[in-house]
């Protein structure tokens, strides 16, 4: 572990806020800088503890700082993290939290001084509450952080990435940034999709009759429009994939209700019932957080 | 509140069992006699305090019975209701717990004894773990129990029913088996159908990658495939219509993400996050199983 440190977070929600809290509940920041737009905000997560010092003022935010992690909206991410790189000196090391990355580390890659200190790394959790009021220092306990370096990534910032992340207490992996959005679609992008469509299929007047069923399904379609539009847009192409997917799967089930082929129809619920068990099977899966 | 009666629970699954706890907790039955094909199993519901008797032989089990509640998988309920009002006298009160009504109500229907001694009753309760062993006697607590009576239904059933059902903690509601049945396909049977199209378009080898959206999004995927095969073929047509709603949702959003449209992917959304907080706003809408 590294000697105490100045983190800087950019956008303290959800996502930031828990950062906050965990560095400062672990003990790994000498110092916890929150920047944002909105000072009452980041004045109502300092009150929380999430972070040591509040600065809607970008650059003087992250001057100080031995790490820089970028929470801000997926589409805002590049931009964030070219900003910071021309501030910040070279020994620095820029993360971010974004649930999609192809795009964001194409951008970055553009830029030669952020491409070698950047490390994407969306770590699997969050929550369909949002904001800093919801953060919890727990929240990357035992989470899977996968880390997405290009050929171009330093070693040394590799290194030093997964180390943030596993004190954060999240478990670490790497995979290319296409493979990334490609998983990312059918594991989180394709689940809360499909939760939309659920919610708003069922119309308004039968809610009353709606129960358990309903309500896990449709759990993940509370979560905030803005960021999840953001996510989509960006993600969009191996998205398409995914739900090409599951519009495959509603087809034949469909085939098999209008020929009232049982067989077929318990085949099919099979085949899920079966990968849904493989998931229950896994280390746990069932306490993971989005 | 009638006197302890004799009540006869043909078929004690989750839903059999749950309702013999219930019965038994809050001392609503003199006697609870299970009825089933598999002794062992219900010598098992027995020992858990489910049920006081246990019988494998169905005429000798209804004879004394005051109350008959028919909990076998819906395909084979309107069996089992014809036959059971063959045996016991006219004072007996017939009821189920399947979650589709129609074909049901239609058979029964059909027999003039079993017509007037028949209510179709399905509480909105239940869960993705089957079998006596995961029954609970708060399982109807608060749950909303459907009525389904016809213009044939005697009233006096009508009342004994509606008493039968709420005295288990039960919300007691009336519609006709059509209207059930359309409404249960979106609020019900809809929710399990994507829940299983979502698990298997996941692939396996990415399973350890999905988290919390997954995870609730799939719960129900877990549920008996025997059960959920019958239900489905029983309510296909009202399910086909709520399977063409949510195809419809999926595509509307699919052209967005396809136009790059950030407007409507923000409108797609919003539209299903009103619906889950509409829903979420409920009384108890978030305490309700399945």
Redesign the interface.
């Known amino acids: 572990m590294e000697s105490p440190q100045t983190v800087a977070i950019v956008g303290v929600g959800l996502i930031g806020g828990s950062i906050g809290l965990a560095l400062r509940a672990r003990g790994l920041a000498s110092q916890v800088v929150g920047i944002g737009r909105d000072l009452g905000r980041l004045e109502a997560a300092r009150e929380n503890g999430a972070i040591d010092r509040a600065t809607t003022d970008f650059s003087e935010g992250v001057a100080g700082a031995d790490v820089v992690v970028v929470c801000t909206p997926v589409s805002q991410i590049a931009h964030d993290v070219r900003k910071a790189a021309e501030i910040v000196p070279g020994s620095v090391l820029l993360t971010d939290a974004g649930s999609t990355k192809r795009q964001i580390v194409e951008t970055v890659q553009r830029h030669p001084q952020a491409a070698s200190l950047f490390i994407g790394a969306p770590p699997?959790?969050?929550?369909e509450r949002a904001g800093a009021a919801h953060a919890r220092a727990d929240l990357f306990e035992d989470?899977?952080c996968?880390l997405t370096p290009t050929p171009f990534t330093p070693k040394d910032r590799l290194d030093r990435a997964r180390q943030f992340w596993s004190d954060l207490g999240c478990r670490v992996i790497a995979m290319s940034p296409i493979e990334h959005d490609e998983?990312?679609a059918?594991?989180?992008h394709?689940?809360?999709?499909?939760?939309?469509?659920?919610?708003?299929?069922?119309?308004?007047e039968?809610?009353?009759?709606?129960?358990?069923?309903?309500?896990?399904?449709?759990?993940?379609?509370?979560?905030d429009?803005?960021l999840?539009?953001a996510i989509?847009?960006e993600n969009?192409g191996p998205?398409?994939k995914?739900?090409g997917?599951?519009?495959e799967?509603?087809a034949a089930?469909?085939y098999a209700?209008?020929t009232?082929d049982?067989d077929a129809?318990?085949r099919?619920?099979?085949?899920?019932?079966q990968?849904?068990?493989?998931?229950?099977s896994?280390p746990s899966?069932?306490d993971?957080?989005?």
Do not use: C
Not at 191 to 203: E, T
Not at 275 to 280: D, H, I, K, S
């Open positions: 699997l959790a969050g929550s989470r899977v996968v998983v990312l059918y594991t989180s394709l689940p809360h999709a499909l939760s939309a469509a659920l919610a708003s299929s069922v119309p308004a039968w809610l009353a009759l709606a129960a358990g069923a309903f309500r896990d399904g449709t759990r993940v379609a509370g979560s429009t803005g999840w539009t989509f847009r969009r998205l398409l995914a739900l997917t599951a519009q799967r509603i089930f469909k209700l209008m009232d049982e129809i318990r099919w619920w099979d085949e899920a019932r990968r849904r068990q493989l998931f229950e896994m899966a069932i993971r957080n989005v």
